[in-house]
T-cell receptor, first 114, second 108 residues
């Protein structure tokens, strides 16, 4: 257990539905990252927060995706109008401050879109 | 071409063998991370390097900044080392760019 938790661990949904995932980072960590990983591939960066500010978003993050970290603590990732191509493992990680700091990963949320 | 290339993609070894996994990258970096991912998804950070060499137990990581290359070595490999090993680099922005991973299987 790294201290980063994600809920739910698994989500099965039908195409067109909205889904929301939650990440609880290590409490003193200012940085929170979201990644997506498909089978056989390394994780891909989606977005990251410094406290409550969202500082960078990947081009992978279409307008159907939105992420928040309202009080600089937990974060949510919402996908609207899900598509089959959204099926993946969604990983959250936190670190103290910079990308050069060790990142602690949560167990991930596996999304299956039918 | 991916910014981070790992080799080999798959590696099968016998227990006790010395393992080397390589990572090459094409951008300037501030740090390189080696990560371990077990079946089921959990990722654990093994090393963060910006220069030189680090050792933790049977694991050794080295980096050559001039050659843009890093290696992860496992001495006296054990079946519990079986996992996917991922190299990731922190470049000009604060995000990590990941390699595709090397799947290691250590047979008893």
């Amino acid at each position: 257990d790294t201290g980063v938790s994600q809920n739910p661990r698994h989500k099965i949904t039908k195409r067109g539905q909205n889904v929301t995932f939650r990440c609880d980072p290590i409490s003193e960590h200012n940085r929170l990252y979201w990644y997506r990983q498909t089978l056989g591939q390394g994780p891909e960066f989606l977005t990251y927060f410094q406290n409550e500010a969202q500082l960078e978003k990947s081009r992978l993050l279409s307008d159907r995706f939105s992420a928040e970290r309202p009080k600089g603590s937990f974060s949510t990732l919402e996908i609207q109008r899900t598509e089959q191509g959204d099926s993946a493992m969604y990983l959250c990680a936190s670190s103290r401050d910079r990308a050069t700091d060790t990142q602690y990963f949560g167990p991930g949320t596996r999304l299956t879109v039918l | 071409k991916n910014e981070v290339e790992q080799s080999p993609q798959n590696l099968t070894a016998q227990e006790g063998e010395f393992i080397t996994i390589n990572c090459s990258y094409s951008v300037g970096i501030s740090a390189l991370h080696w990560l371990q991912q077990h079946p089921g998804g959990g990722i654990v950070s093994l090393f963060m390097l910006s220069s030189g060499k680090k050792k933790h137990g049977r694991l050794i990581a080295t980096i050559n900044i001039q050659e843009k290359h890093s290696s992860l070595h496992i001495t006296a490999s054990h079946p519990r080392d079986s996992a996917v090993y991922i190299c990731a680099v922190a470049g000009g922005s604060e995000k990590l760019v990941f390699g595709k991973g090397t799947k290691l299987t250590v047979n008893p």
